[in-house]
């Protein structure tokens, strides 16, 4: 494949494409074929008989396929194409013997993160919208009614708060490629710092959206993942260790190298590192739960119950996050609206009623 086929196939393979994948790969691996007969099995199902060669899952995992018979091993050969945990996840199966459990468990991190991002981005969508509607009240008024109150009543017959929309109008018709490029400029800083901002401010601002959500994200996919692999039979520290060494986040690596750190120095379990840490991460009632949860027998099943438990508590809150911005994006232009009208009123009576 081309380079541009490569960009669109990198951004459009989904956790869903994903997770069919493992899925079928677990279960051919599971009744004995050879994962180079997997590969060939899956193109063939892909391309119908080669009657579509040109499907981009299919030429996907050709290429996978290709890496893997130039000597690669299975998890390398899909390095280009699966999130680094995902691929962590098979890797770690591979080197124990338990490749199928190692798919499977893959296609439950992938299924649980496309959950999470299907909530982020509804959050994100609504918030935009509300926003943009905001923004549009505020132009509309100001570029349909400005000019036309200019003409009735001058302008030193206004007072301050009135000045102060007619220059939000001169900003808006004389100076919008300026708010372009800081609104722009903003959401670049914004969404750059969510993976490299850290320390203690940071810290505080995880409480607030957007960092609150990612926040979030991170932290269910944390405890599937460390469900995922302890289920395998990976120990705690090999867990955190896996982990932090594919992490391409900042903000995650700060505290899983935390937690590492608590865990070498003694701690007994993986909620008490968590506790030590004092991030805060992944959330209160999650370290709460993982204290008790790893001091009993039975941790494995019970830590799949509560993984399970805390993806559709994350899902909850994001979506309460997006309803919660939403209801104050409502408000917000009501208050605008009722303000930009009690403030021009005097000049709307005096232009249209008596001129």
């Known amino acids: 494949m081309n380079r541009f086929e490569r960009f669109i196939y990198q951004k459009t393979f989904s956790a869903d494409d994903r997770s069919e994948i493992y899925d079928s790969f677990c279960q051919y691996l599971l009744d004995g074929v050879s994962a180079e007969d997997t590969f060939n099995k899956l193109i063939e199902s892909y391309t119908r008989r080669g009657k579509n060669p040109g499907n981009p899952i299919a030429k996907i995992l050709k290429e996978c396929s290709d890496n893997l018979a130039g000597g690669y091993t299975l998890a390398q050969s899909f390095k280009e194409w699966l999130p680094e945990q995902e691929l962590s996840i098979i890797e770690s199966c591979d080197n124990a013997g338990r490749t199928s459990d190692g798919f499977k468990n893959a296609r439950k991190v992938a299924e649980g993160t496309s959950r999470i991002l299907s909530a982020v981005r509804s959050s994100v969508m609504i918030t935009a919208y509300m926003v943009s509607l905001a923004l549009g009240i505020i132009s509309l008024f100001c570029v349909l009614l400005v000019p036309v109150l200019k003409q009735s009543v001058p302008l030193t017959q206004w007072n301050g708060f009135q000045l102060a929309i007619y220059y939000i109008y001169i900003t808006l018709t004389g100076y919008y490629w300026v708010l372009i490029i800081l609104a722009g400029s903003i959401f670049y800083l ?14 505080f601002a995880d409480r607030f959206p957007p960092y609150s959500i990612y926040r979030r994200l991170h932290g269910a996919t944390f405890i599937l993942n460390v469900n995922a692999m302890i289920s395998v039979g990976i120990s705690m520290e090999e867990t955190i260790k896996k ?5 391409q986040s900042d903000w995650m690596a700060e505290r899983l190298e935390a937690t590492m750190l608590a865990i070498e120095s003694g701690e007994q379990n993986l909620g008490m590192a968590l506790d030590v840490t004092e991030y805060e991460f992944p959330g209160e009632d999650a370290i709460i739960k993982m204290q008790s949860l790893f001091e009993t027998s039975g941790s494995e099943d019970s830590l799949q119950r509560f993984a399970e438990k805390w993806l559709n508590k ?4 994001v979506e309460k996050t997006g309803d919660r911005v939403r209801i104050i994006s409502l408000f917000a232009c009501g208050i605008i609206i009722s303000l930009l009208i009690v403030v021009m009123f005097d000049l709307i009576q005096r232009a249209f009623f008596f001129s």
Do not use: Q
């Not at 982990?243 to 992490?247: D, Q």
């Not at 994350?314 to 809150?317: A, D, K, M, S």
């Open 190 to 203: 914004v969404s750059k710092s969510l993976p490299s901002w850290t320390g203690n401010i940071r810290f």
């Open 243 to 247: 982990m932090y060494e594919s992490c």
């Open 314 to 317: 994350t899902i909850i809150g």
